[in-house]
């Protein structure tokens, strides 16, 4: 199925990683509200088990924490860190058994197998989106989740609710009707069917929380599709081949301030098209605190990435996360030899400008990046493009064309029709 977790060699499981419980526990409480607001910011729960899809809880989290809500990453495992799905390792910011007693204005489920199973078995869960829904609360739930819990707990009962387009004939057991929406709200019960969706679910309800207006604001900078769900394109020039010896070798690198949805994005699709994806981190941890607040635990440290080779290096943006890779010597050299041999790399939102520009690698090149970045960019013919592919570079804008991006480099790589397949199984 298109959401199973993959285990690619470079992912450790979180039982062999040599984080502390009682280290991410400390990590935890040191954070909870995502911004500053006149009046109290409207509370969100997030529940992740190990088997998590991890596009879709780290989409809704980054677009519910802009958007000024106070989120709450929970989770329902005896540990904080959990093994979501292709190997990429979050760390939540508390268990759910700490907030178990807590009000939510909103309680979301990521979907993803094992962990919607995990989630629909979780009885306090259950009980919270019980009472949830009694006291007229919102619930969210994407791809199996709405099936699987909301379905199975009697809570879809006379009303509408898509999800993933497998678990229909299970949803429409359970449901009033079960549609093939994008999106459907009914109520206090919002549902949407898997990665794809997950950006147009997640502003659905950074609306439904505080009105068009917010929802509006929140979406522009995000970059999202004008018409999601058409077939993606693409804009290619200098067109050539990116050759491979058995199975792609990418490094995606991250650091503190990376923006997690682009990160995510590239990690999962290209571990999905079964490319073994190292992630490595700048600096002395593993662990790295992204732009908007979320945990990622990386497979290496760049210092150990750096005696390998590459036949593709791409980087997410987030301003801190570029100005980190900019100002990192080891990284910036990797770049500069990639470039200079012909080999595939990239950058997305931040990074082009910030990492490729000053550094000479966009010399002779054409490319975009995130909108408010382009002004930093020698040539702006080509930025309106949503992703731009210009001999061995590729760039794109922001996180609601990182899936695209993604889509692309598995298309480089594998052909047009494995990048179709991908994008059909994930929604895009």
Request: with cysteine; net charge neutral.
């Amino acid at each position: 199925m298109a959401f199973h977790c993959l285990n690619p060699i470079t992912a450790t499981p979180f039982s062999s990683t040599r984080l502390h419980r009682s280290t991410w526990r400390r990590t935890s409480r040191s954070f909870s509200v995502s911004a500053t607001m006149a009046s109290p910011a409207k509370r969100v729960l997030i529940p992740v088990a190990h088997g998590t899809e991890p596009f879709e809880a780290v989409a809704m989290i980054d677009v519910l924490r802009r958007g000024g809500a106070d989120v709450t990453v929970a989770s329902v495992e005896n540990q904080v860190g959990v093994d979501a799905c292709h190997g990429i390792k979050i760390v939540a910011d508390a268990l759910l058994s700490d907030v178990n007693d807590s009000v939510f204005d909103l309680i979301m489920l990521p979907g993803g197998l094992p962990g919607g199973e995990t989630l629909k078995n979780c009885k306090p869960l259950e009980n919270m989106v019980k009472k949830q829904d009694s006291e007229g609360r919102l619930n969210a739930a994407i791809c199996c989740a709405p099936a699987l819990a909301l379905g199975t707990w009697g809570l879809l009962e006379g009303r509408r609710a898509t999800c993933y387009p497998v678990f229909m004939e299970k949803l429409g057991a359970t449901c009033g009707t079960a549609v093939e929406s994008r999106v459907e709200v009914d109520g206090r019960i919002v549902t949407s069917r898997g990665p794809g969706t997950t950006m147009e679910f997640s502003v659905t309800l950074v609306e439904q929380l505080f009105g068009k207006e917010k929802a509006a604001e929140v979406s522009a900078p995000l970059v999202m599709r004008p018409n999601p769900g058409d077939e993606y394109t693409i804009t290619e020039l200098n067109q050539m081949n990116w050759s491979f010896d058995s199975t792609p070798q990418i490094l995606v690198p991250i650091a503190d301030g990376s923006e997690e949805m682009e990160a995510v994005a590239i990690i999962d699709f290209l571990r999905r098209a079964k490319a073994n994806v190292v992630v490595a981190a700048l600096g002395n941890s593993l662990e790295v605190v992204a732009s908007r607040k979320v945990k990622l635990v990386a497979d290496v440290l760049l210092d150990e990435a750096v005696k390998n080779s590459y036949d593709l290096i791409v980087l997410p943006g987030g301003l801190g996360g570029a100005e980190a890779f900019a100002s990192s010597e080891k990284l910036v050299n990797m770049l500069k030899k990639q470039a200079e041999s012909s080999k595939p790399y990239g950058a997305i939102c931040a990074s082009p400008a910030l990492v490729f520009e000053p550094h000479g690698l966009l010399k002779g090149k054409k490319a975009t990046a995130f909108p408010a970045m382009c002004n930093k960019l020698s040539d702006q013919s080509h930025i309106e493009h949503r992703v731009l592919v210009d001999g061995n570079l590729i760039t794109s804008r922001g996180p609601g064309t990182s899936l695209e991006f993604a889509l692309t480099i598995v298309e480089k790589f594998y052909g047009r029709e494995k990048g179709l397949q991908l994008a059909k199984a994930t929604l895009v």
